[in-house]
């Protein structure tokens, strides 16, 4: 459900208009998306409830003419008429519901949604629409889990190295260390020969 309203808007314009199918067919599913988007405009708009019932009553008529009219004018004309039947005390029938701002609004909405996409309507009314669906069984090799890390075996150059080390007396590493900072420490007085050197 697309439209602009809730979870629960969606249930309730399901239920009122008997899509419950609309996840399955395509006619329901855009029927649906253009009372969403109504039911969000009317709620936007502040209407009451009796001038929301009445914008979709002209909605659902406007879509149901979609099915047998080709023409965008005259689901204007039609469209005008409705809203005039219910906005002008002098008309027919006139049931005197939406202000002059309202009618404006409506008309805006109107234009917009249904009738700027009148004909994409028409051709989903009139066209059935294909489904293709396809089931495939997919296998997933996975890999086996590890053998657990005390069955591991360990390399035997590796295994004496580690014992070595693990052997080595602690004067033997500081002997190391010693020599290592002798090094480091002629390196450092070469460089600075060389610099002397050099200048």
């Not at 701002?101 to 249904?114: C, P």
Request: net charge negative; charged share 30%; glycine share 4%.
């Amino acid at each position: 459900m697309e439209g602009g309203g809730s979870d629960g808007d969606g249930r309730f314009v399901v239920e009122k208009f008997d899509l419950k199918d609309f996840e399955s067919n395509a006619k329901s599913t855009i029927l649906l998306d253009l009372y969403l988007w109504t039911l969000s405009f009317c709620k936007e708009a502040g209407l009451s409830e009796e001038k929301t019932s009445a914008l979709f009553t002209i909605m659902k008529r406007l879509h149901e003419h979609s099915k047998d009219h080709d023409d965008v004018l005259s689901a204007f004309n039609l469209f005008k008429q409705m809203l005039l039947q219910h906005s002008l005390a002098n008309t027919q029938g006139c049931v005197e519901l939406y202000s002059p701002t309202e009618v404006k609004m409506i008309t805006q909405f109107v234009h917009t949604t249904f009738l700027q996409h009148y004909r994409l309507y028409r051709f989903a009314n009139t066209r059935d629409q294909e489904k293709d669906q396809f089931s495939t069984c997919l296998f997933v090799n996975t890999a086996p889990a590890p053998p657990p890390l005390l069955a591991g075996k360990v390399d035997e150059e590796k295994k004496a190295v580690q014992e070595q080390v693990a052997e080595e007396k602690p004067d033997d590493k500081e002997a190391k260390e010693e020599v290592a900072k002798e090094e480091k420490k002629e390196e450092e007085e070469s460089s600075e020969a060389r610099v002397a050197k050099a200048v």
